[in-house]
């Protein structure tokens, strides 16, 4: 079974955050099931890296959508981006190096900031931008 299940509560309605998103839970299942199979680190520091990249792109995706609407919330959510990418990282480093093996303590890291961050940060988000692509419509004396 897997870890992540995706339910429609998770969506944003923003679709290409929305696709990325469910990327990600691909990616952190398949991690899962690599430690559950007993794959070796190498495997897994690959799934890792592999996490980290996609990761990358998807939240150079969401600022993107932040620079070009003029989003008010832009600095926390970027922070926010830049320690989860940290995280990511160096939990990466520490598999490969050996400091720590891929235990459920680490894959629920990862399971909890996905579902945390994109039901909050990008829910505020998904509403700003969903808000702002409605155009207002002005009583015309119709
Ligand atoms: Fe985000
Ligand atoms: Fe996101």
Same mark, same amino acid.
């Given at each position: 079974?897997?870890?992540?299940? #995706?339910? $429609?509560? *998770?969506?944003? @309605?923003?679709?290409?955050?929305?696709?990325?998103? !469910?990327?990600?839970?691909?990616?952190?299942?398949?991690? *899962? /099931?690599?430690?559950?199979?007993? !794959?070796? @680190?190498?495997?897994?520091?690959? =799934?890792?890296?592999?996490?980290?990249?996609?990761? !990358?792109?998807?939240?150079?995706?969401?600022? %993107?959508?932040? =620079? /070009?609407?003029?989003y008010q919330g832009t600095v926390p959510h970027a922070e926010e981006h830049g320690r989860l990418l940290d995280q990511i990282r160096d939990l990466r480093?520490? +598999?490969? $190096? &050996?400091?720590?093996?891929? &235990?459920?303590?680490?894959? *629920?890291?990862? %399971? $909890? #900031?996905?579902? +945390?961050?994109? @039901?909050?940060? /990008?829910?505020?988000? =998904? *509403?700003?931008?969903?808000?702002? =692509?409605?155009?207002?419509?002005?009583?015309?004396?119709?």
């Amino acid at each position: 079974m897997s870890l992540l299940r #995706w339910k $429609d509560e *998770y969506l944003t @309605q923003v679709e290409e955050i929305d696709d990325q998103h !469910r990327r990600l839970f691909d990616l952190v299942n398949g991690i *899962y /099931d690599m430690m559950r199979l007993g !794959r070796g @680190q190498e495997s897994i520091v690959e =799934a890792l890296t592999e996490l980290f990249e996609f990761t !990358r792109f998807h939240f150079g995706t969401e600022e %993107k959508f932040m =620079a /070009d609407s003029s989003y008010q919330g832009t600095v926390p959510h970027a922070e926010e981006h830049g320690r989860l990418l940290d995280q990511i990282r160096d939990l990466r480093c520490e +598999v490969r $190096d &050996s400091r720590i093996v891929m &235990s459920m303590n680490e894959i *629920y890291f990862l %399971k $909890d #900031w996905l579902l +945390v961050h994109f @039901q909050g940060p /990008d829910k505020g988000l =998904a *509403y700003h931008l969903l808000n702002r =692509a409605i155009p207002h419509i002005e009583n015309v004396g119709l």
